[in-house]
């Protein structure tokens, strides 16, 4: 058998070029999905992912630097959501453990509130239920592809304020 060589092109992606193969992950044209002025911007549903047997989506989170404060935090009862970032960039993650998903009103711990540094040269995955808040970057800002169940900026999102709900705020002690 004759093996012949064939050239193949390197291109740099483009939405055109690329269209055939899937859909690029990266910073959105349209207005965020989510604005917190000075601490976050995030576009929902920037790639839906098919599975068999269930739907996730893909989303674009850039977090900006600020003071590390803060008195609000999140979780999505019916979703693990994974923050995988782009930039190689570090940044504190603050989280607290998981509260019983079958009870809504139950906020955690404030003593449990724990932060991580993230060196950007690895994503976390966080389980259902977590409590968490948008990361703090260690530079000017820091972008993730966040990967969660499919409606969650819909119907998934548990947002609570600490300070009105517990009297507490939160100070990262570095």
């Excluded at 989506?57 to 999140?74: A, C, D, H, I, S």
């Excluded at 139950?106 to 977590?130: E, H, K, M, W, Y």
Aim: net charge negative.
């Amino acid at each position: 058998m004759n093996v012949r060589e064939v050239s193949v092109r390197v291109l740099y992606p483009t939405e055109h070029n690329f269209k055939a193969f899937g859909r690029l992950i990266k910073l959105p044209s349209a207005s965020p999905s989510v604005s917190a002025s000075g601490v976050l911007d995030y576009w929902d549903q920037v790639a839906n992912l098919e599975l068999d047997g269930g739907q996730a989506e893909l989303g674009f989170l850039v977090t900006k630097r600020r003071p590390f404060e803060f008195n609000t935090m999140e979780r999505h009862v019916k979703s693990d959501e994974a923050f995988i970032p782009l930039e190689g960039k570090a940044c504190i993650f603050a989280l607290a453990p998981a509260s019983a998903r079958s009870s809504p009103q139950q906020l955690p711990d404030p003593s449990q509130v724990t932060a991580f540094i993230l060196d950007g040269s690895f994503g976390a995955n966080l389980n259902a239920g977590v409590w968490h808040w948008a990361p703090f970057p260690l530079s000017d800002s820091i972008s993730f592809v966040l990967a969660l169940r499919r409606g969650t900026v819909e119907e998934d999102i548990d947002l609570r304020d600490f300070t009105k709900e517990l009297g507490v705020t939160f100070k990262l002690a570095l």
